[in-house]
């Protein structure tokens, strides 16, 4: 089964940037539809971007169309979330999950969790 390592997190001012990468391994990454998803304090787990298995079709959470870009290299086994334009509200823990479906926004269709990475977005 495949495992999901976050990384790239941290501590930003509003406004700024943060590149998440989320690394696969033990699996055939190219076989996973990837999405990531954010828990912030107090709130449950939310979706915030999906990318089928090939890259040719992306999914975005209202609240993040515009400023995120999900994107993949297989070649890399690595699926990565660009922040732009970051807001105090997108502080939060983000995750990133695999499933052998579809790219969704609902996360019970995600098998594999990674183990999440914290950004924090001050104002």
């Known amino acids: 089964q495949v495992q999901l390592v976050e990384s790239g997190g941290g501590l930003v001012q509003a406004g700024g940037s943060l590149r998440l990468s989320c690394a696969a391994s033990?699996?055939?990454?190219?076989?996973?539809?990837m999405g990531w998803f954010r828990q912030r304090p107090g709130k449950e787990r939310e979706f915030v971007a999906a990318?089928?298995?090939?890259?040719?079709?992306?999914i975005y959470a209202d609240s993040v169309k515009g400023r995120f870009t999900i994107a993949r290299d297989n070649a890399k086994n690595t699926v990565y979330l660009q922040m732009n334009s970051l807001k105090p509200e997108d502080t939060a823990v983000y995750y990133c999950?695999?499933?052998?479906?579809?790219?969704?926004?609902?996360?019970?269709?995600?098998?594999?969790w990674g183990q999440g990475t914290q950004v924090t977005v001050s104002s």
């Open positions: 999950a695999a499933n052998l479906a579809l790219a969704t926004s609902s996360f019970r269709a995600y098998d594999y």
């Open positions: 033990r699996g055939t990454f190219s076989s996973y539809a």
């Open positions: 990318i089928t298995r090939s890259g040719d079709r992306t």
